[in-house]
């Protein structure tokens, strides 16, 4: 497994409310991790991955960290947007169709916490779905 | 003979955690249908009060069947829902109640896999369509454009809103595929058999994780006549062959950018193992057509300390295999 050290240039302070000592590391660490790219090109896309530190299972973690990421995306976005119009892409669509329009530069270690958080969520949902059927069948 | 206290209150809390669906999960291909086989029809016809149902993010994964709404707190340049089935279902999407204004660049595009960092799941030479034909968007299409069915178990959802207020609502609906090919693992842990029966494709079985592999049973060429061909058994260098299973190990998602780590062209009925330290670690089979093949395996998570060492003279951004 490929070890970066996260570049000290890009740190930039947390901006979540979550004062607790051993969040705030790990937020920051993810606010390197993830970026957008879109137009196939031009922003850069940070080093991918960082030692996996023993994250707490906590959901209310994982929902700060969830909306942490969404601050940060929506940020880095709105600063590396490349605007083109729709016209344009429309004419070179054939001739680009090999391409990907939009990516997400999302590291493997974010996509497996939100992948973890989507299990555990269809578990519970279907454990309450398991429950309301076998309420009807005692109707 | 009265039940002892200690009986009862196993048995409550046997009955609270399976409630609460804390017991183990186990990946069975049937468990998706559950309860629900057991309705009656007219109990069936109600279910769709029991269809989930949430506000979908600007970033988000979806496991579970359901309606998905977004609707735009402020602008959203840039967002996506990753979808993600049982490795026997295919994903069905459907939208509805879309307000985006596609003439000022606001866009809904459905994408057949995954798009990660610039690379695609199913790789180009495993999926059966052209990259322009996993696009469905939603602002190109006339008539039915705001349907879609994905080729395997993961699929993708692109979206630019721009005017707060604006959104959509995003149906999720997974489909019994009964010979999966190309599959996203959602867990670190499992088993797997994949089945290729005569046809001329190229299958993967990803798992974005650190795992030691085991192939328990691997069936190749098992000819259509009656005629017996010889088995090769040569270890390496099995490219040639029509039909072998490679373990391939990488840092991305496109199975055709990973590095092969191990192929086998030889029916094998024992335990082959291989430790693969990578983000990404694949289980790829390729088939002739000539042939039913098919291939069982077993993964489980490489602990930190498990991870084989890397070697010094190794490349830069290869991970390690053991």
Known sequence: ?139 | MPATPCAQLLLCLMSVSARLGLGRYVEDNEASDGLYSLLSLEQKRGSEDLLFRRPLRCLDMLATDGYFTFVASRPQLACAAFIIAEPSEVISLELSDVSIDCSAGDFIKMFDGWVLKGEKFPSSQDHQLPVHQRYTDYCSSTGPGAKSRSSQNVAMVFFRIQSPDSGFTLLVKKLHNPFPCNVMSQSPEGSFTMVIPHQRRNCSFSIIYPVELRLTELSLGQAKSNELSPQRQVWSGCSGSGDYVELLGGNGVDTSKMFPVADLCFSLSGLAQMKIGCDNSVVRLVSSGNYINRVSFQYRLLEHNELPRSRENSLDNFCTVE
């Open chain 1, 1 to 139: 497994m490929l070890v970066v050290p996260p570049r000290s240039a890009d740190c930039r302070p947390s901006v979540a409310p979550i004062s607790h000592h051993l969040l705030r590391p790990l937020l920051l660490r993810l606010g390197e991790e993830v970026s957008l790219r879109l137009g196939g090109g031009g922003a850069s896309s940070f080093p991918s991955e960082l030692a996996a530190s023993s994250s707490s299972s906590s959901s209310v973690m994982n929902q700060a960290l969830l909306q942490l990421t969404q601050r940060l995306l929506l940020a880095r976005s709105q600063s590396q947007l490349q605007v083109e119009s729709k016209n344009e892409e429309e004419e070179g669509k054939e001739k680009r169709s090999d391409e990907s329009p939009i990516s997400l530069d999302l590291t493997f270690h974010l996509l497996r916490e939100v992948l973890e958080m989507a299990r555990a969520e269809q578990i519970a949902q279907q454990a309450d779905s398991n429950r309301k059927i076998m309420d009807d069948f005692g109707k």
